[in-house]
């Protein structure tokens, strides 16, 4: 994950510019990639590009989509706006992720991918309540008889729309495998007391808007990357790997990657899972116990034979006062692999 | 005091139509508000936290539960209003400034009310000249602050700072929360407390209370 654009990002003079613009961009993807020593240039972490470009459909501002949640159910001319086939927009980030990519398809020594947001977790961050209208939907209730439903699956379906049309366009700049993150589709979203008791909610919500993206990445000959750093049952992380079956699948620090290796294919590999959301932290996560969980990380997937790439659970934002502590952190992260006589590749 | 078992059970079964259909009868019967509250709806609340201890509910049954609780007590609030009557305690809770992240937030609210407290949800993104604010214009209790990414964190410890410098800081207790957020972490800004869960966050608030109480 990319524990590295970010820092390497704050390294610039100005990294709200180098942000919005793809050449700067692009050099940044390509100075994490080959610090870290990884042909994997994996790109910056912006989740929000979607929902911007989406909603500037209807007239929202890149300034205001970010707050923006829809409160009722969308009317026909909202609903068409929002999934036609009219003009789109391309926001600022949206344009540099593209032109970035367009630079790193040009470095014969990086793989180029991209990234979007998965369907379901962009529905989420268009509507207020998406966790109780889920929790209805799994009650059997429907669209017909709940206005939360209604909206969640009305979300769903623009949102499905707008992932796919990122999707085109990152390939159509460059991209070779696309990571769809899906951070939403997990158990605070979706209740396990539900699925247990034979809901198919996970399935409608989660599984088919994103099997019908990996249908059109398999269209285009482009690889997935699949991405959920969220609390999940063994039945998501099963149905991931083996029905999506991404090239990768990248899993946050609550799974213990060598368990779920009985879950993957052995053609997934596994990615991660380094709790880097507490590196921030010297005295919850010092050094010395990140180069211990690395370890011992590395030893388990060893012995269970599974293909692991040792990486981070999800983005590491930049926090400016805490910056050397993580800098320290990945860097220990990555040169454990080497200490250790590790031959499987390492990437941050 | 008899506890209105319809009521009970439909907040523990997160049917909110149902919560608020047995509360307009059982109101428009001649029960008190402040009965239903104490003998039916907090019960009903605790053994909902109690199932999610047990890991047999889970954060949208909270949420389910918590919705049905609103819908009752969005009948029982004006009545309260009207004849004077106030929850005991008064807790003022939001996501700090640059954060906009509200599910956790929002979860710890509802279960907040469900508790029995009264919640003043300031939203998100709150800086700390609004927390202080809230704290001289509402007199509550407690502080609850939230953050979901650790860029936005420091915010709280400018709120606890804030509060400090505003003369403000013992009046009330300070709670903190949220993905990146330890216990450590609350320790060294200054918290009195730090939940993990929602469910936790209405003990820890019971706790502290009790113990100033004492």
């Known amino acids: 994950m990319p524990v590295g654009a970010d820092l390497v990002l704050h390294e610039e003079v100005d990294p709200e510019f180098s942000r919005n613009n793809g050449a700067a961009l692009g050099r940044v993807i390509e100075r994490t990639a080959r610090r870290w020593k990884t042909p994997l240039a994996i790109p910056l972490m912006d989740l929000r590009l979607e929902k911007i470009d989406l909603l500037a459909r209807i007239g929202v501002s890149q300034k205001d989509a970010e707050i923006f949640q829809f409160t009722s159910p969308l009317d026909r001319s909202t609903l068409a706006a929002l999934t036609g086939r009219g003009a789109s927009y391309s926001c600022p980030g949206s344009i540099a992720r593209d032109q970035a990519l367009s630079y790193i398809a040009s470095i014969s020594a990086l793989f180029p991918i991209g990234m979007a947001i998965g369907p379901f977790s962009l529905a989420t961050r268009l509507m207020r309540d998406p966790i109780t209208a889920a929790a209805l939907a799994g009650r059997g209730i429907s669209p017909d008889d709940s206005d939360d439903v209604r909206l969640l699956f009305e979300c769903l379906r623009v949102a499905e729309a707008a992932v796919q049309s990122s999707v085109r366009s990152q390939f159509a700049h460059g991209a070779r495998a696309i990571m769809i993150c899906e951070p939403a589709a997990n158990t605070a979203f979706l209740s396990p007391r539900q699925l247990k008791a034979g809901s198919d909610v996970f399935e409608r919500l989660v599984m088919q808007p994103n099997l019908r993206l990996n249908a059109v990445l398999d269209s285009l000959r482009c690889d997935l990357i699949f991405h959920d750093c969220g609390e999940l049952m063994d039945l998501m992380v099963e149905a991931f790997a083996t029905r999506l079956h991404p090239v990768i699948l990248s899993l946050g620090s609550s799974r213990k990657l060598w368990k779920d290796a009985r879950l993957v294919p052995s053609d997934v590999v596994l990615y991660g899972n380094l709790p880097t959301k507490s590196f921030y932290s010297d005295s919850d996560m010092p050094v010395e116990e990140v180069v211990r969980r690395s370890e011992e990380l590395l030893a388990n997937m060893k012995a269970c034979g599974h293909p692991h790439i040792l990486g981070s659970e999800c983005d590491v934002l930049f926090v400016p006062e805490a910056r050397n502590a993580i800098l320290a952190k990945v860097d220990a992260m990555m040169a454990v692999p080497s200490t250790a006589g590790c031959s499987l590749l390492a990437d941050s | ?214």
Do not use: W
């Open chain 2, 1 to 214: 005091m008899a506890q209105n078992t319809e009521l009970y059970n439909s907040i523990v079964n997160g049917d909110a139509k149902k919560a608020r259909s047995v509360t307009e009868a059982a109101l428009a019967g001649g029960v008190a508000p402040m009965e239903l509250i104490q003998d039916s709806m907090v019960p009903a609340m605790d053994e909902v936290g109690r199932l999610f201890e047990a890991e047999e509910y889970f954060v949208p049954e909270l949420l389910l539960s918590g919705r049905a609780m609103k819908s009752a007590m969005e009948l029982i609030k004006p009545l309260l209003s009207a004849s004077g009557q106030k929850m005991k305690f008064c807790v003022v809770i939001g996501t700090v400034k640059g954060d906009l992240h509200d599910i956790g937030k929002n979860i710890v609210a509802s279960m907040l009310e469900g508790g029995g407290f009264e919640v003043i949800d300031l939203g998100t993104d709150v800086s700390p000249e609004s927390f202080v604010a809230a704290v001289r214009d509402r007199n509550p209790h407690v502080v609850c602050m939230s953050a979901l990414l650790t860029v936005t964190m420091p915010s709280m410890k400018l709120t606890i700072d804030a509060l400090k410098t505003a003369g403000v800081r013992t009046q009330v207790k300070v709670l903190v929360g949220g993905a990146p957020v330890t216990q450590q972490y609350a320790r060294e800004i200054g918290a009195d407390g730090y939940s993990e869960n929602a469910n936790g966050a209405v003990g820890l608030v019971k706790n502290l209370l009790a113990g100033d109480a004492a």
